[in-house]
């Protein structure tokens, strides 16, 4: 077992206070705040994205307008404390597999606030072992199928192909617009589990079409922040143009929960910046999103 604290709710993300809170016997989420800084290759700051996406959620109204209720009040949120993170990258996400275990043995949501998107084949490690027809939804700027990048094997910008060194795991990355002449090869050798879709096209994206690999899946939702436009999410390490808006991942999310079941997330490569709060908040209320679509939607 690893070890941990929990943070009192109104400390913890939502910032919730006891006649806001679900009550006893409703499911649980669990969010695991692992701010990992090791492998940046650009802007850095991502050691603090999960407090400041915490502080953040503070501000985020729990009245969703799609759902017509308060999610919050649908299941309970427990937020543990941040752990102290090793420096060396695979010992940090061994801690990590150990942690989202944990979460999964107690039969929560775990949602892992990065950090750089090295974190998530740690947490997906569990995963793999309990689903073995797991998919992965990945949004993203970049592909990040480099086999590691300057020395390092599990750098950010190999994040998904070290996911994929699981040969039963596929992917659907959404949102795409920097690839690098290196990472073709493996792209064209495993188009069968690694279907992308590039932000150049998304105007003629169907939704049905791009979402069909995970129907009847668990899935295993990544949120790269920089998978949204530099102009909406510039406090990010490696920010591109050309990307997502709010309005262009919300009916994605809604469609995926509704044909799949969610069994865990991340969000990272948030790089807060004093003057730029907003990305904060877009980033905690995007949580909330994928808690409400997780818990209250219906898989058809």
């Given at each position: 077992m690893t070890d941990f604290?929990?943070?009192?709710?109104?400390?913890?993300?939502?910032?919730?206070?006891?006649?806001?809170?679900?009550?006893?016997g409703a499911?649980?989420?669990?969010?695991?705040?692992f701010g990992l800084e090791a492998t940046v290759s650009y802007g850095g700051g991502t050691s603090k994205g999960p407090a400041a996406m915490i502080e953040a959620s503070h501000q985020v109204e729990l009245f969703d307008e799609e759902h017509w209720r308060e999610p919050a009040r649908s299941f309970q949120v427990e937020t543990w404390a941040e752990p102290e993170i090793p420096s060396k990258t695979e010992d940090a996400l061994d801690l990590l597999a150990g942690l989202t275990k944990q979460a999964l043995d107690e039969d929560a949501f775990p949602v892992v606030?990065?950090?750089?998107?090295?974190?998530?084949?740690?947490?997906?490690?569990?995963?793999?072992?309990r689903y073995p027809d797991l998919a992965l939804l990945h949004f993203d700027a970049h592909a990040d199928l480099r086999d590691g990048y300057e020395g390092e094997h599990y750098s950010h910008a190999a994040a998904i192909r070290r996911c994929l060194d699981a040969p039963d795991l596929s992917v659907v990355s959404i949102g795409i617009r920097n690839i690098s002449a290196g990472e073709i090869p493996f792209l064209e050798d495993n188009r069968h589990r690694v279907h992308i879709h590039w932000a150049k096209d998304k105007k003629n994206w169907d939704?049905?079409?791009?979402?069909?690999?995970?129907?009847?899946?668990?899935?295993?939702v990544t949120f790269d922040l920089d998978g949204f436009d530099a102009s909406l999410m510039p406090a990010t390490g490696t920010p591109e143009p050309g990307?997502?808006?709010?309005?262009?991942?919300?009916?994605?999310f809604k469609r995926a929960a509704e044909i799949s079941t969610w069994v865990g997330a991340d969000i990272n490569e948030l790089a807060p910046r004093p003057e730029l709060h907003g990305c904060d908040f877009l980033a905690a209320?995007?949580?909330?999103?994928?808690?409400?679509?997780?818990?209250?939607?219906d898989v058809k």
């Open positions: 604290q929990v943070l009192p709710p109104e400390d913890g993300f939502l910032g919730l206070e006891e006649d806001a809170r679900a009550p006893a499911p649980k989420a669990v969010i695991i705040p606030f990065g950090g750089e998107h090295s974190i998530t084949p740690g947490a997906l490690r569990p995963y793999l072992e939704i049905e079409e791009m979402l069909a690999p995970l129907a009847g899946r668990p899935v295993y990307g997502l808006f709010w309005d262009d991942v919300m009916p994605i209320k995007l949580a909330y999103k994928i808690l409400g679509y997780r818990f209250l939607t």
